[in-house]
Nanobody, 121 residues
Framework: VQLQASGGGLVQAGGSLRLSCLAS????????MAWFRQAPGKEREFVAG????????EYGDSAKGRFTISRDNAKNMVYLQMNSLKPADTAVYYC???????????????WGQGTQVTVSS
């Protein structure tokens, strides 16, 4: 299984970025997909998760109202649209996959390599 995250970069505060994650080696539509992030010196944080159908979605507190997670099962892709970015959003963002019944907030079976997001003030 491979999860390839992309789309990170440097953006000014108030700007937007769209992260993408391409999954391979698994039956994508069977998996819950999620985004996590980890800033230097901080614990990994749940950002957003989406069930296989796309109808069950959950967000971490830091993402509510600003970020949108979506998926395209035909393309094996999951996305994270991030708007109104703040310097506090600076972190490495990881996509993850799991065959859970709900949307886990911590443990996932598969993890991607991460993509750096840096928000300047």
């Amino acid at each position: 299984v491979q999860l390839q995250a992309s789309g990170g970069g440097l953006v000014q505060a108030g700007g937007s970025l769209r992260l993408s994650c391409l999954a391979s080696g698994l039956t994508f539509s069977n998996y819950v997909m999620a985004w996590f992030r980890q800033a230097p010196g901080k614990e990994r944080e749940f950002v957003a998760g989406i069930a296989w159908s796309g109808f069950n979605i959950e967000y971490g507190d830091s993402a509510k109202g600003r970020f949108t997670i979506s998926r395209d099962n035909a393309k094996n892709m999951v996305y994270l649209q991030m708007n109104s970015l703040k310097p506090a959003d600076t972190a490495v963002y990881y996509c993850a996959a799991d065959r859970a019944a709900g949307i886990p907030k911590r443990s996932y079976t598969y993890w991607g390599q991460g993509t750096q997001v840096t928000v300047s003030s």
